[in-house]
């Protein structure tokens, strides 16, 4: 996979490609926005990844450029501000997703691999782990063959860490993803939902991640 990294801060930009690298994607780096329309406009890539703060031209206006000259290449925009309005912006401006810095590198890779299956129109059905399966398109769950009753939101937490079993989930993922930036959580909103499933599923299907998140057992 051609992936255009747009990031200005270089030390950063140089980890970012050692791991994406490593994760077989083919790296080119731009460090500005005048560069990254240039690179983006004439070059052949299939993702994105643009950070909204670049000192000559916001990835804003990169990918608002990038959209009127009728480029539908899959964008994921940076951000180190916290607030709503950088994230809002930046999706309605054209980008298919973001991420906030400080950043788990796992979901980073996690939320590529997301953009590119919805690009590519290949995303699966349902999702299966073991005895444990989801039907995405009925948000319905099954384990071991019988039906598995699940809140909405116990859904959307078990979908996140089946798509990533065996991985870590971070707990900080797990609330944007169940509440969004704008609703409010109870400090232990994702400790409640993690008991609750693992009611359902048996307490050894969930392992605590102390201090980081959740992560799924595989076997």
């Given at each position: 996979?051609?992936l255009c990294?747009v990031e200005?801060d270089h030390a950063?930009?140089?980890?970012?490609?050692?791991g994406?690298?490593?994760?077989?994607?083919?790296?080119q780096?731009?460090?500005?926005?005048?560069?990254?329309?240039?690179?983006l406009?004439?070059?052949?890539f299939?993702l994105?990844?643009?950070?909204?703060?670049?000192?000559?031209l916001?990835?804003?206006?990169?990918?608002?450029r990038?959209?009127n000259?009728?480029?539908?290449?899959?964008?994921?925009?940076?951000?180190?501000?916290?607030g709503?309005?950088d994230?809002?912006?930046?999706?309605?401006?054209?980008?298919?997703?973001?991420l906030?810095?400080?950043f788990?590198f796992?979901e980073?890779l996690a939320?590529?691999?997301?953009?590119?299956?919805?690009a590519?129109g290949t995303?699966?059905?349902?999702?299966?782990?073991?005895?444990?399966r989801?039907?995405?398109?009925?948000?319905?769950a099954?384990?071991?063959?019988?039906?598995?009753p699940?809140?909405?939101?116990e859904?959307?937490l078990?979908?996140l860490?089946l798509?990533?079993a065996?991985r870590?989930?971070?707990?900080?993922?797990?609330?944007?993803?169940?509440?969004?930036?704008?609703?409010p959580v109870?400090?232990?909103a994702i400790e409640?939902?993690?008991?609750?499933?693992?009611k359902?599923?048996?307490?050894?299907?969930?392992?605590?991640?102390?201090g980081?998140?959740?992560?799924l057992?595989?076997?």
């Amino acid at each position: 996979m051609n992936l255009c990294l747009v990031e200005d801060d270089h030390a950063l930009s140089a980890v970012l490609t050692e791991g994406l690298v490593a994760a077989d994607y083919r790296v080119q780096q731009s460090y500005s926005g005048i560069d990254a329309l240039r690179l983006l406009n004439s070059g052949s890539f299939d993702l994105a990844i643009i950070d909204i703060g670049l000192q000559d031209l916001s990835g804003i206006n990169v990918i608002r450029r990038l959209r009127n000259s009728g480029s539908n290449t899959p964008i994921l925009i940076l951000t180190a501000r916290h607030g709503t309005e950088d994230r809002v912006l930046g999706l309605d401006a054209g980008a298919d997703d973001y991420l906030a810095k400080p950043f788990d590198f796992d979901e980073l890779l996690a939320r590529l691999r997301a953009i590119l299956r919805r690009a590519s129109g290949t995303c699966a059905s349902a999702l299966e782990c073991g005895p444990l399966r989801l039907e995405l398109a009925t948000q319905t769950a099954a384990l071991a063959g019988q039906p598995l009753p699940l809140t909405r939101r116990e859904f959307m937490l078990l979908r996140l860490l089946l798509e990533n079993a065996g991985r870590i989930v971070t707990r900080d993922r797990l609330e944007t993803e169940l509440y969004g930036w704008l609703d409010p959580v109870a400090s232990n909103a994702i400790e409640v939902h993690v008991h609750h499933l693992r009611k359902k599923l048996g307490a050894e299907r969930i392992r605590t991640m102390r201090g980081v998140g959740y992560m799924l057992v595989t076997s």
